[in-house]
Every structure is written in structure tokens, then in C-alpha cells.
């Protein structure tokens, strides 16, 4: 297949990149021994990630600078020194930084456009040694130097690229898809992009259990796809690929091997015109919940949050007897909205309501209750079982939401930062990114995107 020879010198990183990166990690390494042997700190600063393991794709190139610390250092003292390192570091490059979480607080900064996270950690040699989950980081670095093969790191690119032009890469919350990590270890596997999507197009999810070194134990692991990570068997790599998400890369998977092309591997972008279109023509019901928070929150634990609000306010409104179509979450810059489709704004005025079987107990009591309560229509009795019509109290959405806000089971983080709801077009302006333009024009069309590419 010539394209994606082509595909490949597009996202491999030019000369140019790779001195650019060299010098910023050179430049990040050096300013790290600096303060390190200043404070007089037992420490050892590694770099690790794609740029360690030349596995980035062009544009896309960041540092891991990773500040590890003897075993033996508590927890606390190792977050603690780590930060402050971290921070040293960017005041000897002069650098604005950000802090951020993930297991525990590292920084964020800018060099020469090239973003760095300084990570505290500690060095580890097996896995049980670990005692937070970025200290497997320079285990899996090492393996993947050991194990996977020069030329096989162009696989890795155009898999993760397959995987990033359908939305599916990444592990984070907001993505729940296939890490970079898991995808070296799928080229590491099946040697070749051609064979990774010849076996992934055969996969069932909860069918699947992947070991590199050992007979996988099926039952140990509960996900839909079970790929044990070879340097700690207690670990699913692929822990984070959600059902839905499995199911759309095996289906991407076999299109690609049935029609291969080019187009599988092209991101476009949306026009925030075309999304007002969208809104605009829209026959069903588009709300969404917006939230803006006054202080700082880790972004997993903001997603998180919000995919379980979803969930929550997805089954309270079926209980009630709305169609939800679908739900879809966004955070950008403290603020959040959980977006709703519903069928309908208001709900029928009468529904019907099913009781009890005609020979079971509670009969007497649903008779009671509904013979004299000026019921549209029954008791009456319909495949064996009584029911009654029923007038609603209440039919308008919006109504019902805002008066069961707090009964829902909404994370409190969201219910404080609660703002209100929004409709229609105005869901095109929420947000100024790109990004947001695209995420909100593909959750509107709901369109695979490489359906595009085996229609042509």
C-alpha cells in the first residue's frame, strides 16, 4: 500500500523537529542536574515517553522530564520535593509554568513551543517496587527500547494516527480510548499496522486477553479488552478502551482492511457555520447544562465527574418518561457543560402506568389507589396485569430538571458550579476552540468517520 508510505513521511518528525527536540530535553536535563546538585537532593531526572522512545508524531512531540527519588522517600516528602524541584527547574529556564494532577501534582511548561511536564516519581527497577502509577513509566520505556524494533516505530505512528483521525487515542477520562503505551505494544505483538487491524477486526469485546510473557488468567480482569502489561501482570494496559470505543475501532478496523485508504487517516475540521446549521435544522431537543468552577480541579477528576452526570441525568429523565437520544460532556478552561438530545420537550399529558399481575400481591392496594383517584382511564387489565392512564403533573424537561437538580445524583463539585441551561444555536458559542467546533459538530452528526472513506 504506497499511501501509507506517504501517510507515514507526513507524521514522521522532520530533521528539523528532532534538533528542536533534542535541545529542549538537553536544555530540561541539564537545568534538572543543576538544581538537583544544588539542593543537594538524591534524585535522578530521566526523560521518558514517545520522544524517549522516538514513537511521536510529527507536531505532536513533548517532554516527559521525570524527577525520580530512592524508595525509601515517603510519599509525601517525594510530592513534595518533586513539586519544588520541578519548580526551581522552570525558574533556572525561566519559564512560566502550571500545575497540574494526575496521581500527584507535576508542572507544566513551555520551551521553544515544545511542552514539558516535570514529574516527580520514584526509580523503580520491577514492578513490585511501584508505589504510584507514574513509576511504571521508565519500566515500560525500557521495555518498549528493548522489544520493538526500529523499523517498526513507523508502525506504531500510523496506528496511533488510524486511531487518532477516529477520536479513539488516548486512555485519559475524556477520551477512554487506546494509550500510546498499549498501541507499542499491539505493533510489539503483531509486528505490523496491516496485522494489528487484521486482529483487531477480529476481536469481540470480553473475548479478547493479550500477554506478551504469560498465560493470561481470564476472570482477573473484567474489561471489554484485557492486554496485561509486561512489566507488572497485575495491570491492564487496556483498562481505560470503553465498550463502545472497542467496538468502533474493530469496526474501523475491518472497513480499512476490506477498503484501505488514505482517508482513514484524515482529521478534519468543522466550521463553526456548519455547526449552527446543524442546531439550526435539528428536530429533536438540545439542551445543555452548563457549569463554571471557581477553583482549580485535576481535568480526570472534571471528566470523571461529568461522564457520571450523564449517566445520572440520562436515567433519571428515561424514568420519567423522556427519550434521550444521546449525552456528550465538554471542559475547557474551568468551565464545563454536559449536553442532553431528547426527543421532545414535554412529555404526553397522559401516560399509561403498569401495576401489579392480576394474581400477584399489592393488587388490592394498586385497586385502592387508583379506583378512586380520577384516572383518565382503568384500573383495567392488559396482558395480565392491571393498569391504569394517568394525567402527568408535570411535562416540560427543563421544568422537571431544574426542580430535581439536587436528587439526581450530580456530583456536588457540579452542582455548586452550576450555571444554568442553555439551548439551540447558542450551543455553537459555549466555547471559542477549534476543538470544541469539532467535538460538537461529530456528536451532532453521530457519523463514524470513516464511513466517509468506504463511501466514496
Known amino acids: 500500500m504506497e499511501f501509507l508510505e506517504k501517510i507515514l513521511r507526513k507524521i514522521t518528525p522532520s ?71 520541578a519548580e526551581r527547574v522552570a525558574e533556572k529556564l525561566k519559564c512560566c509554568a502550571k500545575h497540574r494532577y494526575a496521581s500527584h501534582p507535576y508542572l507544566e511548561l513551555y520551551i521553544n513551543d515544545v511542552k514539558v511536564d516535570i514529574v516527580p516519581g520514584y526509580y523503580v527497577r520491577t514492578y513490585e517496587e511501584v508505589k504510584t502509577p507514574v513509576d511504571r513509566t521508565r519500566l515500560h520505556t525500557i521495555y518498549v527500547l528493548h522489544n520493538l524494533k526500529k523499523e517498526q516505530r513507523g508502525h506504531v505512528r500510523l496506528l496511533k494516527k488510524f486511531f487518532k483521525a477516529l477520536g479513539l487515542y488516548g486512555a485519559e477520562i475524556k477520551v477512554q480510548g487506546f494509550s500510546g503505551y498499549l498501541i507499542e505494544l499491539l505493533i510489539i505483538k503483531y509486528g505490523t499496522f496491516i496485522n494489528a487491524l487484521k486482529s483487531i477486526a477480529e476481536w469481540k469485546p470480553y473475548k479478547v486477553f493479550i500477554s506478551l510473557k504469560e498465560a493470561v488468567q481470564p476472570g482477573k480482569f473484567n474489561e471489554p479488552l484485557v492486554f496485561i502489561d509486561p512489566v507488572d501482570p497485575r495491570r491492564n494496559v487496556a483498562a481505560a478502551v470503553s465498550e463502545e470505543n472497542l467496538w468502533k475501532a474493530i469496526a474501523a478496523a475491518q472497513a480499512f482492511i476490506e477498503n484501505p485508504s488514505e482517508c482513514f487517516f484524515n482529521i478534519e475540521h468543522a466550521d463553526r457555520e456548519e455547526v449552527f446549521e446543524l442546531l439550526k435544522n435539528r428536530e429533536t431537543f438540545l439542551l445543555a447544562l452548563v457549569y463554571h468552577f471557581n477553583r482549580y480541579l485535576p481535568e480526570d477528576v472534571v471528566w470523571g465527574q461529568l461522564k457520571r452526570a450523564e449517566r445520572k441525568l440520562k436515567n433519571f429523565l428515561e424514568r420519567k418518561g423522556f427519550k434521550i437520544f444521546s449525552t456528550a460532556s465538554w471542559y475547557e478552561n474551568a468551565r464545563a457543560t454536559v449536553f442532553l438530545e431528547a426527543s421532545t420537550p414535554n412529555l404526553p399529558p397522559v401516560f399509561e402506568r403498569k401495576g401489579p399481575p392480576i394474581n400477584a400481591q399489592g393488587v388490592k392496594l394498586f385497586l385502592a389507589k387508583y379506583s378512586k383517584t380520577g384516572a383518565v382511564a382503568g384500573p383495567y387489565i392488559k396482558e395480565g396485569k392491571w393498569h391504569v392512564l394517568l394525567k402527568r403533573k408535570k411535562r416540560d424537561l427543563m421544568e422537571i430538571l431544574e426542580e430535581n437538580m439536587d436528587k439526581i445524583g450530580v456530583p456536588q463539585e457540579l452542582l455548586k458550579a452550576y450555571k444554568g441551561i442553555r439551548l439551540g444555536e447558542n450551543l455553537a458559542e459555549l466555547f471559542e476552540s477549534q476543538e470544541y467546533v469539532d467535538f460538537l459538530y461529530y456528536w451532532l452528526r453521530r457519523k463514524e468517520p470513516w464511513l466517509e472513506c468506504v463511501e466514496n
Not at 534538533?19 to 538524591?42: F, H, R, W
Not at 520522544?51 to 524527577?67: A, C, H, N, Q, V
Request: without cysteine; negative net charge; charged residues 25%.
Open 15 to 85: 530533521r528539523e523537529e528532532y534538533l528542536t527536540m533534542g535541545k529542549v530535553a538537553s536544555k530540561v536535563l541539564t537545568a534538572a542536574y543543576s538544581v538537583l546538585n544544588e539542593l543537594q537532593i538524591d534524585a535522578k531526572p530521566e526523560i521518558h515517553g514517545s520522544y524517549s522512545k522516538d514513537t511521536w508524531l510529527s507536531g505532536e512531540g513533548d517532554i516527559d522530564l521525570f524527577i525520580l527519588f530512592p524508595s525509601n522517600i515517603p510519599l509525601s516528602k517525594m510530592r513534595e520535593q518533586g513539586l519544588y524541584i
